[in-house]
């Protein structure tokens, strides 16, 4: 590993942290910039890269430190119905940097849909986690439709919104020679 990327990826994880700490409570699954920062790391870092700065994330969060949304920190967060979408993260940043990395021509179409689709995999882990979580483990018996209502349709807005701002961060911090070519050198 190069000395930017141990620069670099760690500051991604450090980006992700301060995500988690601008929330609005909105229910049991707060609105948090974290999405928007990993759908970054994946579309500047590159798949390994941006999945590594999230691995990197978790275990500090693991660990004890207080960067999960809420403050929260610890083992115990694993627990959590919200962890699922802790753990998508690596999901996210992975599926952003392979669109990146695809053979798709036009870089703005493919900055767009590495915003969309991984801003949106988010919930491929974090809903059945949290529905698993919630019903087996807290022995709350709630039904699927109730948790698409929490974890899913209030953030619909918030997320296209966060794909709006990614694809605009992304395709001006693409336009800068350095950081266009940084996953390729």
């Not at 920190?73 to 999901?91: D, E, Y």
Request: charged letters at 10%; proline letters at 5%.
């Amino acid at each position: 590993m190069k000395v930017k990327h141990m620069i670099i990826v760690p500051l991604f994880s450090a980006l992700v942290i301060i995500g988690s700490y601008i929330q609005i409570p909105i229910g049991p699954v707060p609105f948090t910039l974290q999405t928007l920062m990993v759908v970054l790391s994946g579309i500047i870092l590159g798949s390994k890269l941006g999945m590594l700065s999230q691995l990197i994330y978790m275990l500090i969060g693991l660990i004890g430190l207080p960067v999960f949304s809420g403050g929260k920190g610890g083992f115990s967060a694993v627990v959590s119905p919200t962890f699922g979408f802790v753990i998508s993260f690596i999901l996210i940043a992975y599926i952003s940097g392979k669109i990146i990395e695809s053979s798709i021509k036009n870089l703005k179409l493919k900055i767009f849909l590495a915003s969309f689709i991984g801003c949106f995999s988010s919930y491929i882990i974090g809903i059945p986690y949290f529905f698993i979580i919630f019903k087996y483990i807290l022995s709350n018996s709630i039904p699927f439709y109730k948790v698409l209502n929490l974890t899913f349709i209030p953030f619909i807005i918030g997320d296209l919104i966060k794909v709006l701002v990614a694809t605009l961060i992304s395709i001006s911090l693409m336009s800068i020679p350095y950081i266009r070519n940084f996953t390729k050198s």
